[in-house]
């Protein structure tokens, strides 16, 4: 049961629609993202908004199975629409990430509230960490504590607990309380509200508990050949299209399967070519650049590079972003593309559509929306090229498949 959940009206005129949104990836759609949708609809009673990363998500992979199939497992267990969140925001920091997902979610125009899990399941909690996170005192205890030489992360804690004590600073230890405050950065000042739920079952990147695991412990399990234990921890609908893409050569998808394009690009890069990727300013890229000299697989590369002041995920993300060159994100989202939706998202699409907002869902009209719309679509369906090398079957990896495909309407 959700302890404290409150009901809200929504102030509208006429016909307009409200909807709760979601920042996800669905790597895969499991037991307990099922769990979460049904919790908000019973709830709140509202149809939920999905933003999801593409074919690359955050933690610097390739998704297990592709954005369309993904997408599909989400609006079969109760997503009503799904719009694919861009590569330059997907693979990016918490921070960017957030950012990305919330701006998308803002510009639907339909998103009251934005809804995560989180462990502590307190959203005033979260809020009010994310407040001193913007704050410049926080800053200045930040910088002072980064000049001792420990991690990030340790400092960022240590920080926020001279500011708002023990208790809401421990809650930055947590991976999903971590996101949940990004987003709630995100949110500050947007007329968007924050709503989150415990998460059940397992921890991020933990072994099963409570008959639910996640999503890190499902692709351990496909990587390993035991898709069948793995298919036990997702709903039947969506173990029903994971199958099927597992059947066609299609999933799971995996970095291994394309290492020898990774390295060969990675080889091609002079040490300056990784400064954009660096985002610290500490010369990480220098000793990225001699990993890669060295090293003779990513997994290698990756451990020559390790410190203990920066995480494996950051180290990930700067290798697949220079191996696919992905830029700095744009000023603003400069469309939303659809994904999917189902009968009950389809009225929201309508009135986004008659609002202007620039949805799209045929590739052909991307350039009707504007040079950027077009400029970042361009990269994405090249980068989805890339990401069509990852499938255990080349059969599907042929140029252009973006330019190709339509939403799933269910």
Not at 306 to 333: F, G, H, I, N, S
Not at 345 to 366: E, F, I, Y
Request: aromatic share 6%; charged share 25%; hydrophobic share 45%.
């Amino acid at each position: 049961m959700v302890k404290n959940c409150n009901h809200f009206v929504t102030k509208c005129g006429g016909n307009w629609m409200a909807a709760l949104g979601m920042i996800c990836e669905w790597n895969p759609f499991h037991l307990g993202h099922a769990w979460l949708l049904r919790e908000l609809k019973r709830c709140y009673s509202l149809p939920v908004v999905c933003v999801m990363s593409g074919n690359f998500v955050q933690r610097g992979e390739p998704a297990v199975a592709e954005k369309r199939a993904r997408a599909e497992m989400a609006l079969r267990c109760g997503a009503d629409v799904v719009f694919e969140l861009p590569t330059v925001w997907a693979m990016a920091s918490a921070e960017r990430f957030a950012r990305g997902g919330v701006a998308l979610l803002r510009r639907t125009g339909v998103v009251t509230q934005v809804a995560f899990g989180s462990e502590c399941g307190d959203a005033a909690a979260l809020m009010r960490v994310a407040a001193c996170l913007d704050g410049e005192d926080f800053r200045a205890a930040l910088q002072r504590r980064l000049a001792g030489g420990d991690t990030f992360a340790v400092c960022r804690e240590r920080a926020a607990a001279e500011l708002l004590g023990e208790t809401d600073a421990a809650l930055l230890r947590e991976p999903n309380n971590i996101l949940g405050i990004e987003y709630c950065r995100a949110l500050r000042g947007s007329g968007i509200g924050a709503v989150t739920l415990p998460r059940t079952g397992a921890r991020r990147d933990g072994a099963a508990s409570g008959g639910i695991a996640s999503a890190s412990e499902i692709r351990r399990l496909l990587r390993e050949g035991q898709p069948e234990r793995a298919m036990a921890f997702l709903p039947p609908e969506a173990a029903e299209v994971l199958r099927r893409e597992m059947a066609q050569g299609r999933a799971p998808v995996t970095l291994e399967n394309c290492e020898r394009a990774v390295l060969a690009k990675l080889r091609t890069l002079r040490e300056e070519d990784f400064l954009p990727y660096d985002g610290g300013g500490e010369g990480l890229y220098r000793r990225v650049y001699r990993a890669v000299r060295a090293g003779t697989s990513v997994g290698e590369i990756l451990a020559l590079a390790k410190t203990k002041r920066y995480p494996m995920a950051r180290l990930r993300r700067m290798l697949l972003a220079a191996w696919l060159e992905v830029p700095q994100p744009p000023e603003e989202v400069p469309y939303l593309r659809l994904l999917g939706a189902g009968k009950d998202g389809r009225p929201l699409l309508r009135q986004m559509q008659r609002s202007g907002v620039p949805v799209l869902t045929k590739p052909a009209d991307v350039g009707r929306i504007g040079p950027a719309a077009q400029e970042l679509f361009t990269r994405e369906c090249a980068w989805t090229d890339l990401y069509m090398l990852g499938m255990p079957s080349l059969r599907w990896s042929a140029c252009g498949s973006d330019w190709k495909t339509t939403p799933i309407l269910l």
